[in-house]
Each structure stands twice: as C-alpha cells, then as structure tokens.
C-alpha cells in the first residue's frame, strides 16, 4: 500500500457492534505510513477503547469536542485527504444527512472538503428502513463514496445484509481513493498470466507451479488505473478474472500463442507474466498411457513457440513489449540476456529461490531491469503493489514513445 505512505487520513469511528474490526485496519493504515488520526463518537468507546487506537497510533485519539483541542476539528478538517466513517451508524448516517454537528466526527465531517468514505454496518433491519435508505441516496448524490455493507452473519445471529465488509476490501477501496485513475489513460493493454497446460494424455499433462496471481493483478491494477481497455489471457487458474477486464482462457502454449499473435495488433503494451511451457510432449497419446511392466516411461519432448521472441519480431513503432523472468541462478543476468535478446522495452525478473516470492505467494520481491541495462530492486510487497509499481514504469516508458 505505497500510494497510503504520508496520506492524512481520518478514522472516525461510531458506536457498532463492528467497532473492533476497525482496529485492525487502523493498524494496517499505519504499517502503511499513512498518518491517521482517530476520532471517536461517545458511543464508539462503549464498545472499543480509545487506549487501543492511541497505541495503534501512537497518537491522542479525539473524542470530545469541548475538550480535546478546541480547534482541531477545523484543523483537521483542512488537512486531511481523507475520513472514513466506520462503522457507519443509522444514527451518524441520520446526522449527516441533515446536517448535523454535535460531537467531533460531525463537525468535522461537517467542515471538511475532502473525500468521505462511509462503511456502515447494522442489523438488516436498520439498513433497509426507507429513512435510512433515503439519508444514504442523499449523502452519494452529495459524492460521499459508500463501501458495503455485505450481507452474512450478523451480530444479532440472524444473517442477512448489514454486515461490516471485510478488511481487505476495505483497504483496497481505500487505496483505490487514492491512485491516480488517469495513469494509463490512453493506453490498451494486453496481460498474459498462469501456467499454461501441455496434454501427455487424456488425463495427463505437463504444468508448472504458476498460480496467476501476479497476471491477474497487473490486469485489475491496470483497469484502476484507467487504461482504455485491458484484456487478459490467462492460463488455467484458481483465480476469479477481475471485474471490468476482457478475459481470454487458454490451455496449452499454442493456445496462448494463437490468442497473443491474434489480439497483440490491439493493444499498446503486453505485459507476458504467464509461465508458457518452453516444453511440449512431442506427441499426444490418444488413449491413458497405461501403467507399464517396465519400471521408467521416456517421454520424448519438442520446443514450444517462443511468444515473446515473436512478438519482439512484429513489434510495431510504439508498442511496448514487458517480458517476466523467473530464474533460479543469475537472476539478473539471464534476465538482462533475455530483454537484449527479444528486444524487450522492460523485463521484471523473480528468484524462485526468494522467500516472500514465488508462484503461490501474496507477495513477491522483483527487480526490473530496464532497457539500458540498468537494475532497479524493489522491496517486498503484495502482488498488487508489484503490479501498481511496474504498471507507473510502463505508463512513462508508453508515453514517452
Ligand atoms: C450492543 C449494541 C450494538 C449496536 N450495534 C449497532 C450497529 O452495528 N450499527 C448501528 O448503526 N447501531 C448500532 N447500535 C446502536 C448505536 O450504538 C446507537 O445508535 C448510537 O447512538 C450510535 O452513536 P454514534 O452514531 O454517535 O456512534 C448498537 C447498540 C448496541 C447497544
């Protein structure tokens, strides 16, 4: 979450059942280096501590208005980028709404500019009341960005919609507030991700351990960023393709070929992340290969289509091609190699002998080697700010052609 570091933020945090799950998003804003800043309804202590948000913090939580710094709603009104109401109440949200300001969340909600996110959480019951829904209608037609709520369990036992969302989504929308949305505006951009699958037999195949998680958050990464259009080709994966992204399912290397070469006169930057087989079964039996009396199988294998070496060849005047290395020795060298090679304008090169790295990792620790050469680490993180980092190279490399 780099786009949070030095990020004024505003926690403010009201009297649900939910108040304790926002101390653990608190925290994660602060591991971020976002500077937060807690306020809390007289409700919300009912419920959690402002000792907790101190210690996350490291900083006064503000809960009175008339005690705590008589100015600081003001203040903090001013320098903020962003507040987050959470748990929303029925009865913040009603307050809001008719412009109401009686404590220190409301008035500074009530003298602040800046981006509101509101998350409100209740029992079903409360959440479909039409007073409730109508206050809601009115605050998002003022540009107050709403999150959730989920439907599920619910404090009261009963299930239902109502329920405080998850902690990272919330994260995730409250860096989405924050990334510039016209990044990659003018750019359509094209991701392969996953190992590709070569058929052995019916029921056999060759793979590798890829799990798309990288390719698919270039992909969601990038159409947060406002490129044009983004198209995914993706191997076979766990993964749910993410919203808004044309998505392609491939199987084999040949596959991801025909799709690459057919699509790649579309777009104006590939971004290859799939792990495509370099190897394929010369041939395919048609039958399962039965277990044999004999104690070894010699299975006979034929080169792939080098995708990237092709598409180095057609490359047309503007195009930017981005290649993915995973090596397990001279990382950076081989991967210098292969950009020189295939002409490549960046290569994002992976030790699958890293911790925190690796196919089926969150996070992943990368170096970019860039077109003169030069070798740029990046430190360990989750795979989207990976993805957030390459994609902010390529938009200048895009543009600057
Ligand atoms: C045990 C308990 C749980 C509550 N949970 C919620 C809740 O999840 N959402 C909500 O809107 N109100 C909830 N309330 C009601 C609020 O606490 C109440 O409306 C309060 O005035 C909210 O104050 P505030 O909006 O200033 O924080 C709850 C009350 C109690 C006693």
């Given at each position: 979450m780099r786009s949070l570091k030095d990020k004024k933020i505003v926690a403010g945090i009201c009297g649900g059942i939910a108040a304790y799950k926002t101390a653990g998003i608190v925290s994660k804003l602060v591991q971020a280096e976002a500077e937060v800043q807690v306020i809390m309804t007289h409700a919300a202590s009912q419920f959690i501590t402002p000792?907790?948000?101190?210690?996350?913090?490291?900083?006064?939580?503000?809960?009175?208005?008339?005690?705590?710094?008589?100015?600081?709603?003001v203040e903090l009104a001013h320098q903020t980028h962003l507040l987050i109401v959470m748990p929303a109440t029925y009865h913040v949200i009603g307050k809001l709404a008719s412009g109401l300001a009686d404590d220190m969340l409301t008035t500074t909600l009530a003298a602040t500019r800046a981006a509101v996110l509101v998350i409100p959480a209740m029992e079903s019951q409360m959440y479909t009341n039409p007073i409730f829904q109508e206050n809601c209608r009115k605050l998002r037609a003022l540009g107050y960005r709403f999150l959730g709520p989920e439907s599920g369990y619910l404090a009261s036992g009963r299930a239902g919609i109502g329920r405080f969302?998850?902690?990272?989504?919330?994260?995730?929308?409250?860096?989405?507030?924050?990334?510039d949305h016209s990044l990659l505006s003018g750019l359509r951009i094209l991701v392969t991700a996953g190992p590709t699958r070569e058929m052995l037999d019916p029921m056999r195949c060759l793979t590798n351990k890829s799990s798309g998680k990288m390719g698919y958050a270039l992909a969601e990464q990038?159409?947060?960023?406002?490129?044009?259009n983004v198209l995914l080709i993706s191997g076979p994966t766990q993964l749910q393709p993410p919203e808004e992204v044309d998505f392609l399912k491939v199987e084999s290397a040949e596959e991801m070929r025909e799709a690459v070469l057919a699509q790649e006169k579309n777009f104006d930057v590939i971004v290859m992340a799939a792990a495509?087989?370099?190897w394929r079964p010369k041939r395919i039996s048609t039958h399962k290969i039965k277990k044999l009396s004999t104690s070894s199988l010699t299975i006979e294998l034929e080169r792939t289509p080098d995708i990237l070496h092709i598409l180095s060849q057609k490359k047309r005047k503007g195009q930017c091609v981005?290649?993915?290395a995973a090596e397990s020795e001279n990382v950076i060298e081989n991967a210098r190699e292969k950009?020189?090679?295939?002409?490549?304008?960046?290569?994002v090169a992976n030790s699958l002998i890293q911790e925190n790295a690796g196919p089926e990792s969150e996070t992943n620790e990368v170096t970019l080697i860039h077109k003169n050469g030069r070798s740029e680490p990046l430190p360990v993180m989750d795979k989207r700010e990976v993805a957030y980092e390459i994609l902010r190279r390529i938009a200048r490399l895009a543009k600057s052609k």
């Open positions: 000792l907790t948000f101190e210690a996350l913090t490291h900083r006064k939580v503000f809960t009175n208005l008339f005690q705590d710094d008589p100015l600081a709603h969302p998850d902690e990272e989504k919330i994260l995730k929308e409250i860096e989405t507030i924050f990334v990038a159409r947060t960023l406002g490129a044009d495509v087989a370099d981005i290649g993915f950009l020189r090679k295939k002409q490549l304008d960046l290569m």
